[in-house]
Nanobody, 117 residues
Framework: QVQLVESGGGLVQPGGSLRLSCAASGIGYRMNNMGWYRQAPGKQRELVAIIISGGNTNYADSVKGRFTISRDNAKNSVYLQMNSLNSDDTAVYYC???????????WGQGTQVTVSS
């Protein structure tokens, strides 16, 4: 059974940094597509950043220059380094992985990130 486990969320002051991690277990193949999404209260879930197996990345405009997504293929893990956080970044962050287009998407349970003074 595939399981994605996230960690690294928490409370941080504006301007601060956090690093989220997400590790997949229960699989015997590489997850080619990895990404982070977030959902703020009363809002729809939105894409934050994605990274594919070749290393290409894509970011939401709101986080460009502040967030960095990376991956460790050997560990089937994805990371999100978040810098210069502000209150608009407050949300539950979810990781998503899939083997590729047309394959099943797997989601983590979510980790809360709260930016507040």
């Amino acid at each position: 059974q595939v399981q994605l486990v996230e960690s690294g969320g928490g409370l941080v002051q504006p301007g601060g940094s956090l690093r989220l991690s997400c590790a997949a277990s229960g699989i015997g193949y590489r997850m080619n597509n990895m990404g982070w999404y977030r959902q703020a209260p009363g809002k729809q879930r939105e894409l934050v950043a994605i990274i594919i197996s070749g290393g290409n990345t894509n970011y939401a405009d709101s986080v460009k220059g502040r967030f960095t997504i990376s991956r460790d293929n050997a560990k089937n893990s994805v990371y999100l380094q978040m810098n210069s956080l502000n209150s608009d970044d407050t949300a539950v962050y979810y990781c998503k992985m899939s083997r590729g287009s047309g394959f099943t998407d797997y989601w983590g349970q979510g980790t809360q990130v709260t930016v507040s003074s």
